[in-house]
Antibody, heavy 119, light 107 residues
Framework: EVQLVQSGAEVKKPGESLKISCKGSGYSFTSYWIGWVRQMPGKGLEWMGIIYPGDSDTRYSPSFQGQVTISADKSISTAYLQWSSLKASDTAMYYC????????????WGKGTTVTVSS | EIVMTQSPATLSVSPGERATLSCRASQSVSSNLAWYQQKPGQAPRLLIYGASTRATGIPARFSGSGSGTEFTLTISSLQSEDFAVYYCQQYNNWAYTFGQGTKLEIK
């Protein structure tokens, strides 16, 4: 069974750093892009960026460029999303998704990681 | 960045009836369009890709059509489990973008 398992909920203070993870299983992790999607409370979906674990080719949406870092460790089939200095406005649910066809749509999704940033 | 606009924002339909959801792109995205369903507390679920191809396991009552800038998701006979929020997403140009969503509610 193809699965993406995301790390657990996080509660952080403004200014702290954070790295959340997304572990793929049941398929060739290096053959599909992994995308990250943000959903702020009560709001819609936003693409943040995508990474191809095979060669770590990474793209960021303009709104998220410089705000987060996407990476992957293909040896453990895991993608990451990290922040160096969190803000209250980073409070959201973050989903990872497997993206076939040269990085396109998400055909398999993780259950999401809730990130709460509050002083 | 391509802007995706969905209409209506909320659609009220009775079970067993047909629902038609629209998605418009600010410029052509060819057929590089996907539809997702999201229920409260759940991750999005892929319904349609390539504008009209149903994803694995998606019932035949879901169908997608359109190309260029105008797209439609049709649910032919609404079941209770279909009431949810639906999003379209273009993947023709990076950065990929979603529409703002259509909430399908029980009339």
């Amino acid at each position: 069974e193809v699965q993406l398992v995301q790390s657990g909920a996080e509660v952080k203070k403004p200014g702290e750093s954070l790295k959340i993870s997304c572990k793929g299983s049941g398929y060739s992790f290096t053959s599909y892009w992994i995308g990250w999607v943000r959903q702020m409370p009560g709001k819609g979906l936003e693409w943040m960026g995508i990474i191809y674990p095979g060669d770590s080719d990474t793209r960021y949406s303009p709104s998220f460029q410089g705000q987060v870092t996407i990476s992957a460790d293909k040896s453990i089939s895991t993608a990451y999303l990290q922040w160096s200095s969190l803000k209250a406005s980073d409070t959201a649910m973050y989903y990872c998704a497997r993206c076939p066809d040269s990085g396109s749509y998400g055909d398999v999704w993780g259950k999401g990681t809730t990130v709460t940033v509050s002083s | 960045e391509i802007v995706m606009t969905q209409s209506p924002a909320t659609l009220s339909v009775s079970p067993g009836e047909r629902a038609t959801l629209s998605c418009r792109a600010s410029q052509s995205v060819s057929s590089n369009l996907a539809w997702y369903q999201q229920k409260p507390g759940q991750a999005p679920r892929l319904l349609i890709y390539g504008a009209s191809t149903r994803a694995t396991g998606i019932p035949a009552r879901f169908s997608g059509s359109g190309s260029g800038t105008e797209f439609t998701l049709t649910i032919s006979s609404l079941q209770s489990e279909d009431f949810a929020v639906y999003y379209c997403q273009q993947y023709n140009n990076w950065a990929y973008t979603f529409g703002q969503g259509t909430k399908l509610e029980i009339k």
